[in-house]
């Protein structure tokens, strides 16, 4: 029988609020079995970013990273976030470890070619890349991986790396040898069949559902890549891919939206 | 036979050379066996800090660590230079993985108590209080500890910790099981017999001559807390205590002042 892994990953929604945030760690610390926590960022890089000057630019969601920005996520996502969280958990009795892609050699990112749009220090991360070998080293020693999104090339270069991409592909390297459970958190309780209805989330949601859901306008902007790449989870052998709100799915797995692949 | 296990302390006048850091970080990667780095600070934290409004004040040569400060460090120290330092040293074929105290339980600290002097967030450390079970495991997965002066309570605060201390905590608690050399490396060849002669580098220094030193002058204000840290790592089982420069160190683990207890 495979191992449990649980591999969860939660955004700026629940970083920005430090009651919720411990409310979910609690929850997190009580989980049995091997898991990985993978974190966004949070106002405080925009907040740190405005004070230093650094402007704030997205195309598509996706933050344009420049030399300052890059040394801004690296000490705002790899630092402050990572190692705080690292430490609460350490008080609730998880033995977490605080890691981003470069160390050791947890991720290797390529850099994204520059096409219409040149998005700087961003890697773009491949199933392949993930040295599993560490994962389980990490286990094996009762640590549990608290990861920031931030990879390496291998050549010394650090990249910001989108989140929910990171804990997709960590979840399908790990597929193979473990029955993978995955929480994408947001700040709702599922995918929303109807926007403006809080209390319509979806059971589960196929490919046909959400082909559906983005022709009626029903979903929009944001939420495209965290479940693109919640599908590309679903339907490379993670056991069970699911969207909703951190807390709800720390005390019930089935809280949620499940992704059928 | 005990295994070796060096460990080497860096700060900030390498940390603030890019070129002196690579040369550094070249020789470190090749240095073979176990081994450990830990790095203190340098000019970027004051610099930010400056950019931010938060004013650096220092008793005695330590920072006073009011809560901003703590943010500050945690980011510069914790995320921007380990995080590089770490993804520079995996560029060098160095499997390096960057550590708060806090990372794995690796060194828990007590908050300095308030006398004469209000230090802030700092946590003082024990040998007692280290985590060599972390270390040897790490070690048994190939890897290399890269060490942030940062440590914690276990109760979710993180405090600012001297990486003099830290360096000489850390070997004295691997000491029992490996033939450690610990390394304090600074911008001199070694302690100076005449502070005006910089190729009056001693081979060795007791605590008699020591105290000649003080007495006469020779020594002043902030090499102090380095030397009493390494007396102390002296006398109690670490076989090599080193201070000098640190690529000279690299190239030579006999190339500065060594320790005699």
Redesign the interface.
């Known amino acids: 029988m495979k191992k449990t892994l649980n591999i969860v990953k939660i955004g700026g929604n629940i970083l920005d609020a430090p009651d919720a945030l411990d409310a979910f760690l609690r929850a997190y610390a009580k989980l049995e079995g091997d898991k990985i926590l993978i974190h966004g960022g949070g106002k405080i890089a925009t907040t740190?970013g405005i004070?230093?000057g650094i402007q704030a630019r997205y195309v598509d969601g996706r933050r344009i990273t420049d030399t300052p920005t890059l040394?801004l996520v690296?000490?705002?996502?790899?630092?402050?976030i990572?190692?705080?969280i690292?430490?609460?958990l350490?008080?609730l009795g998880c033995?977490?470890?605080?890691?981003?892609g470069?160390?050791?050699?947890l991720l290797r990112a390529v850099k994204r070619p520059v096409g219409a749009v040149d998005y700087g220090w961003v890697g773009d991360v491949a199933v392949s890349d993930v040295n599993t070998g560490?994962l389980n080293?990490?286990f094996?020693?009762g640590?549990s991986p608290v990861v920031a999104p931030?990879t390496?090339d291998?050549?010394?270069?650090?990249f910001n790396t989108n989140a929910d991409t990171m804990a997709a592909i960590l979840a399908q390297a790990m597929a193979p040898l473990h029955s993978v459970s995955l929480f994408f958190c947001f700040e709702k309780k599922g995918i929303l069949a109807d926007p403006e209805d809080e209390n319509s989330a979806l059971l589960s949601l196929s490919e046909n559902d959400y082909h559906h859901l983005r022709e009626t306008k029903a979903l929009s902007g944001g939420i495209f890549p965290k479940i693109d790449n919640a599908f590309a989870a679903a339907k490379t052998g993670v056991h069970r891919v699911m969207i909703g709100e951190a807390l709800a799915l720390m005390n019930n797995p089935e809280a949620g939206t499940r992704l059928i692949p």
Do not use: K
């Not at 690296?74 to 402050?80: E, I, K, L, N």
């Not at 033995?95 to 981003?100: D, R, V």
């Not at 291998?154 to 650090?158: S, V």
């Open positions: 740190l004070q230093l040394e690296t000490m705002v996502y790899g630092g402050r990572n190692r705080q690292t430490a609460s350490q008080a033995n977490a470890i605080g890691l981003t470069a160390d050791g050699n560490l080293a990490l094996a020693a640590l931030l390496h291998g050549q010394g270069q650090i």
